[in-house]
């Protein structure tokens, strides 16, 4: 990061650059409110939520509130806690991402570098599937799961997310490939490499920023999606429907603290694949951009 | 039959024919350029030999074996290619070797050659270094070691130069020329640059619009070109093209061509068979370094004629001088040592070398035979 700043063509005087600071921190601070908050409220006992100050730090510091979350809190009829869910979602979103990703990464390579006629029109109607919206294919979407036998279970999440995401993951890969010079596949054609070899040996090391890009965007979306869940989960529902039912519950006293918690375990996987992956992220949608 | 056979070739794209029966049969050994200026269609031609792009009509064979149909990596022939194409997350030596690893030769032998090449080629220290780490010029070493390594039948070379700067291009130039010297390879190389096409090649063909001009060897395509478009592509500064009429004197031909002030002067032609074409308009054409100063002229030359005319404007080059002068009409280019004495606007007694004058027919644009 020192080298960006030196970058910077303008240099600033000090007292504008303590200003800057102050401001950045005060954005920082009032977007880290939320979690701070959430963060706060999932380590105290019921009562001091409900009988006092939601910002001030607990008095009784306690983890009930996520042990209760995790595993015994009542979701629909059942007392089993989110962890069944969780691992519901874990099971959807893995097998998603990578078969998305990587089918996303194959049409690219055919698409730019096996072209064959008519490719252009495949490519645009695989555009068009990132407008189409989620309601629409609901009910079609429920007719192809029943007679497929994939009604309400995990592996039916994952082929309609995969379906949903190969649209985004093929437009990533395809204007990476893009500016990818046809030369190099040329050259391993005349070096015998065959179509997988040229693809896993050639396209596929070099492709790290778009395929980080491909897994953030996938990752956050099937993680936090909330309809197709609700709609075809089944008795496999992923973690953001248990949240809501855990959360909406009309039954009983309104558990915040528990609430908190379970809300901070459902964002948790997005934000460490953002953590880790963020500044590769930010890499890879310039990569194209810099490169074309 | 040759090594490489190239038979009534023809390309298209859709309803476009970009390349029109192309008929070269190439010996073993042989180093061919095809040269033409851009979108002629070379690099298509060098691909359809490489098996990269289809063949529309005729058939293409490599050693008595037609390969129309056979997959690139099939056809025993490697390819150097203007960008290079390195693979960049390869090391060089990977680089170098990634042909035989897909051709599945064992891992001894692939390191055996790759040390006897690299060696060639003075690029061992340069073996685990990624392709992003070396200069434009070890790029180019690199690219030809990944072909020489595979031993081919044949080198496929597109424009391999292009990307370098005039220095090193001179360099490498020379460095491919003794590379074809010591290892006697068939090479078939593609370039726009005349230069390089007279100084590296066995022989050259000559292409425009998708028509093979002229197939020759460098002396023949310089001294002999089959039309004006050969004529003035080849060669720089360009061939002289001076509208002239033939007049027959005693059944000896002398080209009239106009000078400066518009007065008719006779040259003498070498070619006694103009004679035939006492009273008619040709095109004569007469290379610059055949235009000289007196004391310049080619010592061996039978046929000398002085050419009094006015000079327009002198160009010292350093190792030549430059002179254009007006003849027939249009400005003609001649190449005297550095150190004439000639000066613009002056009058000056030219020595043409008749015998090395060609004269072409206006109508067909072709040369007429001797
Ligand atoms: N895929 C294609 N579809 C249609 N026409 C093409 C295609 N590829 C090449 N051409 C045409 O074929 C002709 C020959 O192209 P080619 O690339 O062989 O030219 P070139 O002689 O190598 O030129 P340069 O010196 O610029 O590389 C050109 O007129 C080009 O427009
Ligand atoms: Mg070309």
């Known amino acids: 990061m020192a080298a960006v700043i030196q970058d910077t063509a303008v240099s600033t005087g000090r007292v504008t650059r303590v200003l800057i600071y102050l401001l950045l921190l005060l954005f920082a601070l009032f977007y880290l409110l939320p979690l701070y908050v959430m963060g706060i409220n999932s380590v105290k006992p019921l009562a001091e939520i409900t009988g006092g100050n939601m910002m001030a730090l607990p008095e009784v510091w306690t983890l009930d509130p996520w042990r209760s979350a995790w595993s015994t809190a009542q979701i629909g009829v059942e007392p089993t806690g989110l962890k069944p869910y969780f691992l519901n979602s874990i099971l959807m979103v893995v097998p998603a991402v990578a078969i998305s990703t990587i089918v996303g990464a194959l049409n690219g390579y055919v698409l730019t570098k096996w072209r064959f006629r008519g490719d252009t029109w495949v490519f645009g109607l695989m555009l068009f599937s990132c407008f189409i919206p989620f309601q629409i294919v609901l009910i079609p979407m429920a007719v192809v799961l029943g007679k497929l036998g994939l009604a309400g279970s995990v592996p039916g999440l994952v082929l309609v997310h995969v379906v949903y995401g190969i649209g985004f993951t093929t437009l990533y890969f395809r204007n990476y490939y893009a500016a990818f010079p046809t030369e190099l596949v040329r050259a391993a054609q005349i070096d015998g490499a065959g179509f997988f070899q040229i693809f896993w040996r050639i396209l596929l090391p070099v492709s790290g920023p778009i395929a980080v890009v491909s897994v953030i965007w996938q990752f956050t979306n099937i993680w936090n999606d909330f309809l197709f869940g609700a709609s075809f989960g089944g008795t496999s529902q992923p973690m953001t429907v248990a949240l809501n039912n855990l959360v909406q519950s009309s039954t009983g006293v309104k558990e915040y603290n528990v609430h908190f918690a379970g809300a901070i375990l459902a964002a948790l996987p997005t934000l460490i694949v953002y953590i880790v992956a963020g500044r590769y992220f930010v890499r890879g949608l310039m990569a194209g951009s810099v490169k074309g | ?370």
Not at chain 2, 107 to 136: C, F, N, W
Not at chain 2, 204 to 213: C, D, S
Not at chain 2, 313 to 321: C, N
Not at chain 2, 336 to 364: C, H, I, L, W
């Open chain 2, 1 to 370: 039959m040759g090594f490489l056979d190239i038979r009534n070739v023809t390309k298209s794209y859709g309803q476009v024919e970009v390349l029109h029966r192309v008929d070269i049969a190439i010996e073993e050994g042989e180093f061919l350029v095809l040269v033409g200026p851009s979108g002629c269609g070379k690099s298509t031609l060098l691909n359809m030999i490489a098996g990269l792009e289809g063949i529309s009509g005729g058939e293409i064979a490599i050693k008595g074996r037609v390969v129309n149909g056979v997959h690139p990596s099939k056809r025993n022939i490697a390819m150097v290619f203007q960008s290079y194409a390195l693979y960049p997350n390869m090391t060089v030596g990977q680089n170098m070797t990634f042909g035989l690893e897909m051709h599945g030769v064992p891992k001894p032998e692939r390191e055996r050659a790759l040390a006897d090449v690299a060696k060639l080629l003075q690029i061992d220290h340069l073996l685990d270094r990624k392709p992003g780490q070396l200069s434009g010029g070890q790029r180019q070493r690199v690219a030809m070691g990944r072909a020489l390594v595979r031993n081919p039948d044949v080198f496929l070379f597109d424009e391999p130069l292009s990307n370098l700067d005039a220095k090193l291009r001179v360099d490498m130039r020379t460095e491919i020329k003794k590379l074809h010297q010591k290892l006697k390879t068939t090479i078939v190389y593609v370039t726009h640059d005349q230069i390089e096409a007279l100084t590296l090649s066995t022989r050259i063909a000559v292409m425009n619009k998708g028509h093979v001009q002229q197939l020759g060897t460098p002396k023949d395509i310089y001294d002999t070109p089959a039309n004006l478009f050969v004529a003035t592509f080849m060669g720089s500064p360009a061939m002289n093209i001076i509208p002239a009429r033939v007049v027959a004197r005693d059944g000896v031909p002398y080209a009239s061509v106009t000078d400066a002030e518009g007065a008719p002067r006779l040259l003498r032609f070498s070619q006694t068979n103009l004679a035939a074409w006492d009273g008619r308009d040709i095109l004569l054409g007469i290379r610059p370094e055949a235009i000289t100063d007196p004391e310049g002229a080619d010592r061996k030359s039978q046929n000398i004629q002085t050419l009094a005319n006015r000079v327009t404007v002198t160009e010292p080059a350093g190792s030549d001088t430059f002179v254009t002068m007006t003849l027939g009409g249009r400005d003609a280019i001649a190449r005297m040592r550095a150190d004439a004495s000639v000066a613009a606007g002056q009058a000056y007694d030219f020595a043409v070398n008749m015998e090395k004058a060609v004269a072409f027919d206006p109508a067909t644009e072709m040369r007429i035979l001797p």
